[in-house]
């Protein structure tokens, strides 16, 4: 049956902080669902409207005229405030729509999403064609709130807010957000527009570089942008954000292509910037713009390819409806038709990578997206639910390489963050990652990661460089790989041959401040002190609060010699970590004798509390090296080396090591490991 058109008033509904609720209290979510499906199912009756899909908590209707989708909208409201606490927000707009397999499509569409999205809570923003349509048929009253710019539409829109009795009224201040003019104020607040800025300042060489592209410049380097959710519901945005990260893996198996990572990408997201501005500031050739506009037993995506210089220019765009359970393959399909659309020349090895297709059970995927929503915030209890669905993505379908990935990382993240002790959690951290390799060996997060493994896990340096050079070969873009590449061949006495690759990481990244602080460390490993301090202190300004800069700059401060700066990186470092022990043993220490026996105190209290806190035996070295106490330092130090504290791999390179380098005890270390000397 083919599509039709017609005029109609959209209406989109969400309730505000659902998904909060629902990862606090899944009864409550629930009963609170159930009350608003009845509200909205019995309003949308009642005023002649028809319920197009729900979507999570909201729901998509449509109507045949601009005054019953308003009147539904106002009871709608009207019964929340009476059977709900939460909060509606509605959208309405009057345009054309496609009707399509009990489903509607349109630009109108993604305008009433858009302005539902931008409601206050509990209100009702409406289209100037709402408003025209009422005005003169019934008293509903309006505010005029200007003309807003709303995402992925490419003019503005003259915007009103309902406020009849009971509907809030928006504020001076949301007006004038509305209309952009608080637009710096937000950037300046986000960490990533800092860092922006300071590229900016940076990147006047590659600014002149595309200001003189020609037309017929090939593209070298492309941007993913994040994926814009216009399936209406909120709750999918994990699924969303999951598939982003999906084709930004796949299409940076193109060694072709620079591909800029997920972090990067993700600056960008709801940044009002046009795709040259973007483009100068990353150094990159084109874009990538990704919409899902359905997401059920069939998946709806607008893929748009957009060339950068001289202008923006759209080369590309074309509609994917797949099946669901072909999800796990289509950024690879996505992936394939890039390259075709730029005439790339794909090699025989990434052809066999990009065409290859496993079947996935879809549930078994969206547990995984659901495990690495919750693994990258990285906290005990978000570790936690990280691995409850990574273990339950992997019963759903044991052949699903990525769960096992999952489960590994999440082992290897309790030890990260120092909740576990490598030797409890080593063999199962390998039990998972042997399973995921085992059933597909071509994914780069497992060489990565079994890199890593190899590296600080087992000390096994034989086998961790073939997975190194494994992972850039599969995918050249990753900059997991290049950053702990540069720290490996650091351990293997090549420093400065690490730097470009830590460098390559930073490029490929440019806002993950993890991988700033590596390139920091492997400068201070490579003995340039002054360059690590620069970098180091940037990125302290920038975000002063960042857990792995702290310690690289109290090392470097620590190198030069600059024991009060050191100390106090030592105090922040202990007040962000809430170690009230720490704080009092330091403070007291610096106060009897200074730097030195500040140093010392903390280590002693770390020692004193171990049977009851875990301490990572590699903080007490690291202390007793700063306070300059050899016996102590050796001592544990073959204590780290029995516990395997991971750490260890550094003492071949890190100049804290370089007063104890003649030692007898530590040359045996040396030798034990297999390190050079």
């Keep these: 049956m083919p599509a039709k058109r017609k005029l109609a008033a959209i209406m989109f509904t969400d309730i505000v902080g659902y998904t ?88 109108g569409v993604n305008i009433a999403s858009r302005l539902q999205s931008a409601a206050d809570p509990g209100g009702i923003y409406i289209s100037e064609s709402i408003q025209k349509s009422i005005r003169a048929k019934i008293t509903v009253k309006t505010k005029y709130l200007g003309q807003i710019k709303l995402k992925n539409v490419d003019y503005l ?36 527009s800092y860092i922006i800025l300071i590229l900016l300042i940076i990147a006047i060489g590659p600014w002149i570089r595309n200001a003189f592209k020609t037309e017929t410049s090939p593209i070298s380097s492309l941007l ?43 600056a960008y997201r709801n940044v009002e910037k046009s795709i040259p501005q973007i483009a100068t500031e990353l150094n990159i050739d084109a874009a990538v713009e990704t919409s ?85 915030l990285g906290t005990k209890p978000d570790l936690d639910r990280a691995m409850d669905y990574f273990q339950l993505s992997s019963k759903i379908d044991s052949n699903y390489a990525l769960a096992y990935l999952g489960i590994s990382r999440t082992w290897g993240g309790y030890v990260q963050h120092g909740f576990l002790p490598y030797n409890e959690v080593s063999e199962k951290e390998e039990a998972a990652r042997n399973k995921a390799l085992m059933l597909d060996s071509s994914l780069v997060e497992i060489h990565a990661r079994m890199a890593v493994y190899y590296t600080w896990g087992k000390w096994n340096w034989k086998k961790a460089e073939p997975e190194f050079l494994k992972a850039i070969e599969i995918n050249t873009n990753y900059a997991f790989t290049h950053a702990y590449y540069s720290h490996f061949l650091a351990i293997m006495g090549n420093p400065e041959k690490g730097l470009p690759h830590s460098e390559l990481a930073m490029q490929l990244d440019p806002f993950n401040t993890l991988y700033i602080s590596i390139h920091g460390q492997a400068l201070k490993n490579a003995g340039k002190y002054d360059e ?26 620590h190198e030069l010699g600059d024991k009060e700066k050191a100390f106090d990186i030592a105090n922040k470092i202990y007040k962000l970590r809430k170690n009230e022990g720490a704080l009092k043993a330091l403070q007291q220490g610096f106060e009897e004798g200074g730097y030195n026996l500040a140093m010392q ?8 509390k171990s049977d009851s806190v875990y301490y990572p035996l590699g903080q007490i070295v690291t202390l007793y090296c700063r306070a300059g106490m050899k016996e102590e330092a050796l001592e544990w130090l073959e204590k780290a080396y029995e516990e395997h504290d991971s750490n260890m791999p550094y003492i071949s390179v890190d100049p804290l090591f370089n007063f104890l380098r003649d030692e007898p005890r530590f040359q045996n270390l040396l030798k034990k490991m297999d390190l050079p000397i």
């Design 157 to 192: 829109v003259n915007t009103y807010s309902i406020v009849e009795d009971g509907l809030p009224i928006p504020s001076p201040a949301k007006i004038e957000q509305l209309k952009g003019k608080s637009l710096f104020h937000k950037l300046t607040r986000s960490i990533y």
């Design 224 to 266: 993913i942008l994040p994926f814009d959710n216009f399936t209406g519901d909120d709750s999918l945005e994990y699924i969303v954000a999951g598939m982003h990260d999906a084709l930004i893996g796949d299409v940076g198996k193109i060694s072709a292509l620079r591909v800029p990572s997920k972090r990067t990408a993700n």
């Design 601 to 608: 105190r903390t280590a002693e209290m770390m020692i004193s």
């Design 532 to 557: 690590a301090l620069e970098l180091l202190l940037k990125l302290y300004k920038i975000e002063p609060d960042q857990g792995i800069a702290l310690p690289a700059l109290w090392a470097v401060y």
């Design 292 to 376: 899902v506009t359905c997401y059920g037993e069939n998946i709806c995506i607008q893929v748009k390819l957009i060339s950068a210089f001289p202008e923006e220019k759209l080369l590309w765009v074309h509609d994917f409806n797949i099946d669901k359970g072909q999800i796990s393959n289509l950024t690879k399909k996505i992936a394939t038709e890039i390259s075709q659309q730029i005439n790339l020349n794909l090699t025989h090895q990434e052809e066999k990578l990009l065409n290859e297709s496993r079947p996935i059970d879809p549930d078994a995927y969206e547990a995984y997206l659901r495990g690495m929503a919750h693994w990258e």
């Design 20 to 107: 909060a609720l629902m990862g606090s209290d899944e009864d409550k979510a629930f009963e609170v669902l159930e009350k608003s499906r009845d509200i909205h199912i019995k309003s949308i009756n009642k005023f002649n409207g028809k319920l197009v899909k729900e979507m999570g908590d909201g729901m998509l209707a449509h109507f045949d005229t601009a005054i019953d989708s308003v009147l539904c909208a106002i009871e709608i409201q009207k019964q929340s405030r009476q059977q709900i606490k939460e909060k509606i927000r509605i959208g309405l707009h009057l345009g054309d729509i496609t009707f399509d397999h009990k489903d509607i499509f349109g630009d």
